[in-house]
């Protein structure tokens, strides 16, 4: 069965940096596109960034300039490297799987708090 696994979050200072991780388990090749979202308390959830397996990627307005999303396809991986961390990047942040239907990992807190 096809899952996701996250990495990383925590709690960090404005202007900090985090990294996420996911990793696919229970496939050896990965097709589908991956991405990032986040979901702060109270709203929608939102797409961060998304990498296709051929290498190309998409960025939220919000974070672009600050974040920068890779893909290593040897490891079936999506890491999200978070620069300039603001207080409105403070969310849940979720790894998907763009399969159909997506497959969504468990989440991980992000909180940028002085």
């Known amino acids: 069965q096809v899952s996701l696994l996250e990495f990383g979050g925590g709690a960090v200072q404005p202007g900090g940096s985090l990294s996420l991780s996911c990793e696919i388990r229970g496939v050896v090749y990965a097709p589908w596109a991956m991405a990032w979202y986040r979901q702060a308390p109270g709203k929608q959830r939102q797409l961060v960034a998304s990498a296709e397996r051929r290498g190309t990627t998409n960025y939220a307005d919000s974070v672009k300039g600050r974040f920068a999303v890779s893909r290593d396809n040897s490891q079936n991986r999506l890491t999200l490297q978070m620069n300039g961390l603001k207080p409105d990047d403070t969310a849940v942040y979720y790894c998907?799987?763009?399969?159909?239907?997506?497959?969504w990992g468990q989440g991980t807190q992000v909180t940028v708090s002085s």
């Open positions: 998907q799987l763009g399969t159909s239907p997506p497959i």
